[in-house]
């Protein structure tokens, strides 16, 4: 048996924690939410765990540690986990990928049928008392295009397939081929976006935010996008040049947008989001899910079993990349 002790950056009065002390009864646990609490057992710490402490926390606490041998990022974004220290560190990083994505993938589905059945006519139809008959789409027969293909972009397209719908995905290693993944119909290298984009129905934005995807879908993207397209971003804001987006909502340059996720969450007060007819706004929080905290804190406890028997870890970072 091991002999570790796990620090773990969170509130104490966070309920999820009694599943980690149940699960792991013989490990020294140590929750808290200043660097204070975590000097007496900084240095003999082999595991930082990152629940939901700040970023400042996170960097001091790190530099506290010296014997490390994993830390763990309950987060899948990680634009705000990856500070240089670590960055260069030799300890090995994992995030919270695939925990959320089926949320995710039902939350994208969902927008393409908000857009495609015109529920927002049917609502506000209904609460002004009119009965007025309208046309609808099919969403069977029509493309979607996924920016980022990677656990949340097969969620997402397992879903959409299951409707009947087309396929393309970008992702940074495309087969020259098409695609060897049997739910994709072709991929492509992000530098060839602008050839994938005019054939998509609905684009799908599942990207992490890293310097090679802040502001891929700018102005380019957004004219070579079909007038009719629907943008549907549950990667990272920032991927999404969000001035550019405005411009092409107002002028109904694409027919609608649905978003999770923003470069300013909250999103402010004004913002012409929150008045745009053609927009469908959820508060960054498309996968919270019942049970989304307790499957986040259950992987943990998976990935330190697999850690504490010496098997590969899962959802490995790649720092230099950063996903």
């Not at 700040?54 to 974004?77: D, E």
């Not at 060897?180 to 005019?198: G, I, K, N, S």
């Not at 009719?228 to 804001?237: E, F, L």
């Not at 469908?280 to 499957?295: E, F, G, R």
Request: hydrophobic residues 45%; charged residues 20%; aromatic residues 8%.
């Amino acid at each position: 048996m091991r002999n570790d002790t796990i620090l773990v950056l969170a509130n104490p009065d966070e309920p999820q924690l009694a599943m980690l002390r149940q699960q792991l009864v013989e490990v020294r646990i140590v929750v808290g939410n200043s660097a204070v609490v975590f000097e007496q057992d900084a240095a003999r710490a082999t595991v930082l765990f990152n629940w939901s402490g700040p970023l400042a926390l996170f960097k001091t606490v790190f530099g506290m540690c010296p014997h490390l041998l994993w830390v763990h990022s309950r987060s899948v974004g990680l634009e705000r986990t990856l500070f240089p220290e670590l960055k260069e560190s030799p300890v090995p990083l994992t995030n919270g990928v695939g925990v959320f994505s089926a949320s995710l993938g039902e939350f994208a589905l969902g927008a393409i049928l908000y857009f495609a059945k015109d529920f927002r006519r049917m609502i506000r139809n209904q609460m002004a008392g009119v009965w007025e008959a309208f046309d609808v789409s099919w969403v069977s027969g029509q493309t979607v295009g996924i920016i980022g293909y990677g656990d949340i972009g097969r969620a997402v397209a397992a879903r959409v397939r299951a409707m009947g719908m087309t396929v393309l995905a970008v992702k940074r290693h495309a087969s020259p081929l098409g695609s060897a993944d049997e739910l994709v119909e072709q991929t492509y290298a992000p530098e060839h976006r602008l050839e994938m984009l005019p054939r998509c129905d609905y684009v799908v934005v599942a990207a992490p935010l890293t310097s090679e995807t802040l502001g891929m879908i700018g102005e380019a993207e957004f004219a070579a996008m079909k007038r009719s397209a629907v943008v549907i971003n549950v990667g990272r804001g920032p991927v999404i040049y969000e001035q550019a987006m405005v411009r092409a909502l107002s002028s109904g340059r694409i027919k609608g947008a649905a978003l999770d996720v923003f470069d300013h969450e909250p999103l402010p007060t004004g913002h012409p989001f929150y008045k745009l007819e053609n927009v469908l706004l959820s508060p960054h929080c498309a996968d919270h899910t019942p049970d989304w905290l307790d499957n986040a804190m259950q992987f943990f406890i998976e990935q330190y079993q697999r850690f504490q028997s010496g098997e590969p870890l899962r959802n490995l970072v790649d720092k230099k990349l950063g996903y």
